[in-house]
């Protein structure tokens, strides 16, 4: 059974949760929202991947009805191929009356290099749901119907390019900004982003060389629309991602230059694709928080049974001794009761804790199941030959 742990620690030490204060050019999908008091201020981070090869510097600011509640840094330099957090703080005043939802827009905008005859920025945008309760002083409490504020502006379905009308002050150069869609927007599912700035499989596309492939639409489909839309799977997601986007970008990089590595790639995606196909049905059985945990919990089983086996089967001791059945279940159902405490308590840093160890356990406990499986068989084979 120290073997199960062993792989648990493993993997722990290779997911680390990441946060700081910087940005990228490439968000991270999923839904911010945010539950708050007049009086209160909240914090939370907003996920932003560098794709450029050299340093950049962007600027951050926010706009829409609800901006003057949100605090950022003005600007924020990055490494290539960094992945960061921006964190962002939300203030709501004492004497605002509440009872009311915004939908602010945070803006992230790489400013083009001067001098020449246009200046190009890249932007990517993140709209913030802040649901603002009603003030509990009657001398600030406007009674109403509880209202939420719709953008007046379509979202953008697409990169779209904008020429701004002002230009600016002493100089002839026109700007030139092209806005990457938010990855939260309500959009025609047949207008879904694949522009290059927003948030990418990386390693998918690289391998099926487009994020139209329906391989890639896929993968992206099921993590948008399912698990990002749960607090459980936003939550795993963050720390995923963190780890995901530490060595993707370079992998894709190398990835594109090489077609047979590309070819793997595709190959080992297929048997994924089956497995979320399965997921995706369990998740379907029952919506919400619990459905993201059934098909976590199948998707876990199946990949670690799928593709980690071989590093399992390459331990000693878990070709020769035996698995201790009782034992990986009371661990599993230990932390599965985690799991469900924190889905009850709505407290986001402990499902970010247990649901990642949720499915490290089951990926080691399933990878070593396959492996002795395995071994079992080589062994029945060897002993029916002699």
């Known amino acids: 059974m120290k073997t199960i742990w062993l792989f648990v620690i493993v993997a722990l030490i290779l997911v680390p949760i990441t946060v700081t204060n910087s940005s990228a050019l490439q968000e991270v ?17 907003w996920g932003l991947i560098s794709d450029s090869d050299t340093t950049t ?20 330099t990055l490494d290539p191929h960094q992945f960061v957090y921006v964190q962002v703080n939300a203030t709501i005043p004492n004497n605002y009356p509440g009872n009311v939802t915004l939908t602010p827009a945070m803006d992230a905008t790489e400013f083009g290099q001067t001098g020449g005859a246009t200046v190009i920025n890249i932007q990517v945008k993140k709209f913030v749901t802040l649901v603002i309760a009603t003030n509990e002083n009657p001398q600030f409490r406007i009674e109403q119907a509880n209202t939420t504020q719709q953008e007046t502006q379509a979202q953008p379905s697409e990169v779209q390019k904008n020429i701004p009308l002002a230009q600016q002050p002493n100089s002839t150069q026109k700007g030139l900004t092209i806005t990457a869609p938010p990855s939260n927007a309500q959009s025609n599912p047949a207008q879904k982003p694949s522009g290059p700035f927003g948030i990418r499989c990386l390693i998918a596309t690289a391998a099926f060389g487009s994020e139209l492939s329906p391989q890639v639409q896929f993968l992206r489909d099921f993590r948008d629309n399912h698990i990002l839309q749960t607090e459980s799977g936003s939550s795993f997601m963050t720390v995923f991602n963190s780890w995901y986007y530490s060595f993707s970008p370079y992998v894709a990089d190398y990835e594109r230059q090489q077609p047979w590595l590309q ?12 497995i979320l196909t399965i997921s995706e049905k369990g998740f379907s059985a029952v919506q919400g928080d619990y459905g993201a945990l059934i098909a976590g919990t199948i998707a876990s089983s199946m990949i670690g049974a799928v593709y980690f086996w071989p590093f399992a089967l390459s331990v000693k001791q878990v070709r020769v001794k035996r698995f201790n059945y009782r034992m990986a279940i009371i661990i599993t159902l230990v932390i599965f009761a985690a799991v469900l ?14 649901t990642s160890l949720f499915v490290l356990t089951l990926v080691s406990i399933f990878s070593i199941l396959m492996a002795k499986t395995l071994v079992k068989v080589k062994n029945y084979f060897v002993k029916k030959q002699l």
């Open 29 to 45: 999908a999923g839904k911010i929202k945010v539950d708050i008091k007049p009086g209160e201020t909240k914090t939370f981070q």
């Open 263 to 274: 070819q793997i790639v595709r190959t080992s995606i297929y048997p994924l694709l089956g």
């Open 57 to 76: 510097t962007l600027g951050l600011s926010a706009e829409g009805k609800g901006a003057q509640f949100l605090f950022l840094p003005k600007s924020v």
């Open 341 to 354: 405490g924190s889905i009850f308590s709505v407290n986001k840093y402990a499902l970010m804790a247990t």
